[in-house]
């Protein structure tokens, strides 16, 4: 069974760090490149961080860049999402997603989300 579990979230005064953490069972974590994605309320997801699966690249949103780091440690099947200075509008439910593509096909997993606010 594929779990992909989040935790970490809370709130946080602006300025303040964060490190969000997700938790991957069921399937090979160390093949799948994933994905940190947040979503605000009224607003449409967005991609916030991205790891390949061996941990080489990252990719981040410009929103984020030089404030939040992505790692990842496949012996242990989990990702990170390490955040600092950060504003109200991080403000989010944040998801993890694992992703192998292997033409033709993409395999996609999904996490239920954590919630954290920054706030004063």
């Known amino acids: 069974q594929v779990q992909l579990v989040e935790s970490g979230g809370g709130l946080v005064q602006p300025g303040g760090s964060l490190r969000l953490s997700c938790a991957a069972s069921g399937f090979t974590f160390s093949v799948y490149a994933m994905t940190w994605y947040r979503q605000a309320p009224g607003k449409e997801r967005e991609l916030v961080a991205s790891i390949s699966s061996g941990g080489v690249k990252t990719n981040y949103a410009d929103s984020v860049k030089g404030r939040f780091t992505i790692s990842r440690d496949n012996a242990k099947n989990m990702v990170y999402l390490q955040m600092n200075s950060l504003k109200p509008e991080d403000t989010a439910v944040y998801f993890c997603?694992?992703?192998?593509?292997?033409?033709?096909?993409?395999?996609?997993?999904w996490g239920q989300g954590t919630q954290f606010t920054v706030s004063s």
């Open positions: 997603k694992a992703n192998r593509y292997t033409p033709p096909n993409s395999y996609d997993y």
